[in-house]
């Protein structure tokens, strides 16, 4: 059973940055990959960034891309969310998410990942 706890959520203003934390335990967090995913008020959970088991591949949603990075530290079980330039619709819930395999790909469908995090709130104001 592998658990999640996300961090470094807050208050943004519009063009600055923030970067998310999420922190594994459990498991092996190399024998999984990694997503994050987003929810804002009334919208369906979404997805914003994924990465491989070792961190070589990562793919990003289209509205993040150029501002938002991924990637994960295997050593300190820990997968970061870099987020730059920020703008008032990145407000949301903030997920980290696991699968329960290792693949040389990054999963971006909601329904391949297996263990979430509680969430963090991001808040960027204009």
């Known amino acids: 059973q592998v658990q999640l706890v996300e961090s470094g959520g807050g208050l943004v203003q519009a063009g600055g940055s923030l970067t998310l934390s999420c922190t594994a335990s459990g498991p092996s967090f190399s024998n999984n990959n990694m997503g994050w995913f987003r929810q804002a008020p009334g919208k369906e959970r979404e997805f914003v960034a994924a990465i491989s088991w070792s961190g070589g591949i990562t793919d990003l949603a289209d509205s993040v891309k150029g501002r938002f990075t991924i990637s994960r530290d295997n050593a300190k079980d820990t997968l970061y969310l870099q987020m730059n330039a920020m703008k008032p619709g990145d407000t949301a819930v903030y997920y980290c998410?696991?699968?329960?395999?290792?693949?040389?790909?990054?999963?971006?469908?909601?329904?391949?990942?297996?263990?979430w995090g509680q969430g963090t709130q991001v808040t960027v104001s204009s």
């Open positions: 998410a696991a699968t329960n395999y290792r693949r040389n790909y990054a999963s971006t469908q909601i329904e391949f990942y297996k263990y």
